[in-house]
């Protein structure tokens, strides 16, 4: 058996069929800083309750493989000292040492799709590193979402990647990339990354639609879902903003010489004071964002599957 403990609230959703959305928790622990972290992980919680579905953040507390954490335990991570980021390479090592951590978009996967949960939401997903053609620095999230058959909610990828290359990775390993209501792939701060999505849907019932013909295809074999949803206009900032300052923060990280794991948090660290806590506000509205349109897709796909 595999020791997941789901909290009670979501083991019962579960047993009922109701509609359930999987968290990440690196978002918690490496992406944003305390307090806005946990402010942002409640209400993230909240909008996805308002919008009829059951939230469940996943991450690693002492030890534990938590699939739904109490406020107590939320705000325990949010506050915790040094927890370590959490990937499918680390997540054993973790459970077996006792340790806590986030869970990035690739375990969060693994661990949904354990306890059942087919729609995930948050914000922008790992990619194909700049320089991956020296570094081979490309994030495990592109190989779960290969393998493990999750519908990942996001807002693209940063624009601190190489976006070409990770669609094209995308692409390689059979993963649909669906944008939603537009034909651009989003890139996280911005609407717009000027490079267009392989498919397009408008609405969270097709998207539901297409994971439940997706399944009926796993005979074939077949793995996740990305959605990639843009943040809204009034929160975005354009690319052509963004490109000065993730510039900055990329050169900056080179000087200091950051690496593997550390580079992604060290970015959003440094682009949110290069932008005087502005990048942290988008990013906040686009993990929001994010939680109502996977809450939508989770309650059409619950109506889909036969459920209640
Ligand atoms: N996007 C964010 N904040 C984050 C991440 C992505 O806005 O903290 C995290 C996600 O958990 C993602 C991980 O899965 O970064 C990717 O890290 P890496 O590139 O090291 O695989
Ligand atoms: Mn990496």
Same mark, same amino acid.
Request: glycine content about 10%; charged content about 20%.
């Given at each position: 058996?595999?020791?997941?403990?789901?909290?009670?609230?979501?083991?019962?959703?579960?047993?009922?069929?109701?509609?359930?959305?999987?968290?990440?928790?690196?978002?918690?622990?490496?992406?944003?800083?305390?307090?806005?972290?946990?402010?942002?992980?409640?209400?993230?919680?909240?909008?996805?309750?308002?919008?009829?579905?059951?939230?469940?953040?996943?991450?690693?507390?002492?030890?534990?493989?938590?699939?739904?954490?109490?406020?107590?335990?939320?705000?325990?991570?949010?506050?915790?000292?040094?927890?370590?980021?959490?990937?499918?390479?680390?997540?054993?090592?973790?459970?077996?040492?006792?340790?806590?951590?986030?869970?990035?978009?690739?375990?969060?996967?693994?661990?949904?799709?354990?306890?059942?949960?087919?729609?995930?939401?948050?914000?922008?997903?790992?990619?194909?590193?700049r320089?991956?053609?020296?570094?081979?620095?490309?994030?495990?999230?592109?190989?779960?979402?290969?393998?493990?058959?999750?519908?990942?909610?996001?807002?693209?990828?940063k624009a601190i990647l190489?976006l070409?290359?990770?669609?094209?990775?995308?692409?390689?390993?059979?993963?649909?990339?669906?944008?939603?209501?537009?034909?651009?792939?989003?890139a996280f701060w911005s609407?717009?990354?000027?490079?267009?999505?392989? %498919?397009?849907?408008?609405? *969270?019932?097709?998207? =539901?639609?297409?994971? &439940?013909?997706? +399944?009926?295809? $796993? /005979?074939?074999?077949?793995?996740?879902?990305?959605?990639?949803?843009?943040?809204?206009?009034?929160?975005?900032i354009?690319l052509t903003e963004m490109a000065t300052f993730i510039e900055r923060g990329i050169s900056e990280a080179?000087?200091?010489?950051?690496?593997?794991?550390?580079?992604?948090?060290?970015l959003l660290?440094r682009i949110?004071?290069i932008t005087?806590?502005?990048s942290?506000?988008?990013?906040?509205? %686009?993990?929001?964002?994010? *939680?109502?349109?996977? =809450?939508?897709?989770? &309650?059409?796909? +619950?109506?889909? $599957? /036969?459920?209640?």
């Amino acid at each position: 058996m595999i020791p997941i403990i789901p909290s009670q609230e979501v083991a019962q959703a579960l047993e009922t069929g109701q509609p359930v959305v999987a968290l990440e928790s690196t978002i918690i622990t490496h992406g944003m800083p305390y307090p806005d972290n946990l402010a942002m992980a409640r209400s993230v919680e909240t909008l996805i309750r308002d919008n009829g579905a059951v939230p469940a953040t996943i991450a690693v507390i002492g030890g534990v493989l938590h699939v739904g954490l109490t406020e107590e335990q939320a705000e325990a991570l949010a506050r915790a000292k040094d927890p370590l980021k959490l990937s499918r390479a680390d997540l054993a090592f973790a459970m077996a040492r006792r340790l806590t951590g986030g869970t990035t978009v690739a375990a969060t996967m693994m661990a949904a799709h354990t306890a059942g949960i087919p729609v995930f939401a948050t914000g922008g997903i790992g990619g194909v590193h700049r320089g991956a053609e020296t570094s081979f620095d490309i994030s495990a999230d592109l190989d779960e979402l290969a393998r493990t058959p999750v519908t990942v909610v996001c807002a693209g990828a940063k624009a601190i990647l190489d976006l070409p290359k990770t669609l094209e990775v995308l692409e390689t390993r059979g993963v649909p990339v669906i944008a939603y209501g537009q034909d651009a792939f989003p890139a996280f701060w911005s609407r717009d990354s000027g490079l267009t999505a392989t %498919l397009r849907l408008d609405d *969270a019932a097709a998207i =539901a639609d297409f994971m &439940v013909m997706r +399944a009926r295809l $796993s /005979g074939f074999g077949h793995g996740g879902v990305l959605v990639a949803n843009p943040v809204p206009e009034s929160d975005e900032i354009p690319l052509t903003e963004m490109a000065t300052f993730i510039e900055r923060g990329i050169s900056e990280a080179a000087d200091a010489g950051i690496g593997g794991k550390a580079v992604t948090p060290w970015l959003l660290a440094r682009i949110l004071e290069i932008t005087d806590g502005r990048s942290l506000k988008t990013n906040i509205a %686009l993990v929001e964002n994010n *939680a109502r349109l996977a =809450a939508k897709i989770a &309650v059409a796909h +619950a109506q889909k $599957s /036969g459920k209640p």
